[in-house]
């Protein structure tokens, strides 16, 4: 039994890398029925852009909290960073969201129509299993190649996220508790705050891809996380692209909470 659970991970990750291989030909088989038309979509994510106003005041706002964040461990014992960490991180993501829903009634708009959530899109989500498989082959690949590289030059093994190695430990209410805020909350906060606001502002002043990169490289730096740098900003991009495709925030959330679940099985898994 110990040996197989060796080889679990292994498994996991190949099992993924062939639903990838299945899933490729079906996303370029929908892509080619259904051709998107680039113009138009691009200009349906502008509009939905913000002004530099509120863009800036939420920015600053959201900046300022994590330096706040960053300094508050320093007053409790090492035991107690966990539990201080998941309640700072709530509280940040409560105050954020409650300043996104309230800069959302000054536009005038709510979530359905900026966000394209609703219940008339909700049936898009289904493609996000598929996109998540679609995108996972060059993720993982390009991810394993990063990895290495890093190790190769820093001459030591890349450390796990602190959240990653919350989720290692022994199953208690802290780690059930990581584990939801990973799977549920995390990629709705994320993908409102990351895809929703800040893409369609950078896709205005930048252009499409510009504005997907400098998205992807910010929502990787936020982590905080050297090792996860690189197939975090292809995750995002693959959240970019999803989301200006189906201009519903469904999709890039259900992948989102798809690759997170993954990858909290995969680190119980290797634990």
């Known amino acids: 039994m110990g040996r197989m659970e060796e080889f679990l991970p292994l498994i996991m990750n190949l099992a993924v890398l062939i639903g990838g291989l299945i899933a ?3 996303a370029g088989i929908l892509h080619r029925r259904h051709p998107p038309e680039t113009r138009l979509l691009t200009d349906s994510l502008i509009s939905r852009s913000w002004n530099t106003g509120h863009i800036g005041l939420l920015l600053f706002t959201l900046l300022s ?8 461990g320093q007053f ?6 966990p539990l201080v960490r998941l309640a700072v991180t709530l509280i940040l993501y409560a105050i954020i969201t409650g300043l996104i829903f309230k800069l959302i009634g000054k ?3 709510t979530a359905g129509s900026l966000f394209g959530l609703n219940r008339k899109t909700f ?3 289904r493609l996000a299993p598929l996109l998540y498989f679609a995108a996972m082959p060059l993720i993982l690949l390009t991810s394993y190649s990063y990895q290495w590289l890093l190790e190769w030059i820093r001459g030591q093994e890349n450390e796990l996220q602190d959240v990653a190695q919350v989720l290692q430990q022994e199953i208690n209410w802290l780690q059930i508790s990581y584990t939801a805020m990973a799977v549920i909350i995390a990629p709705i ?3 409102i705050l990351f895809r ?3 893409f369609p502002y950078l896709v205005q002043k930048t252009g499409l891809i510009p504005g997907m990169l400098i998205i992807s490289a910010c929502f990787a730096v936020m982590h905080f996380h050297l090792p996860s740098f690189v197939p975090l900003m292809l995750l995002s991009a693959t959240l970019c692209l999803s ?6 925030l469904w999709v890039p959330i259900g992948i989102h909470a798809i690759f997170n679940t993954v990858t909290a099985i995969a680190l119980r898994i290797g634990a």
Do not use: S
Not at 65 to 72: Q, R, V
């Open 24 to 26: 490729l030909p079906v």
């Open 65 to 72: 909290l994590n330096l706040l964040a960053g300094t508050i």
């Open 76 to 81: 409790f014992y090492e035991e107690d960073i």
């Open 107 to 109: 536009h005038g708009e």
């Open 123 to 125: 049936k898009q989500i």
């Open 189 to 191: 906060y994320e993908e």
């Open 196 to 198: 929703g606001i800040f």
């Open 243 to 248: 989301y200006w495709r189906t201009q519903t």
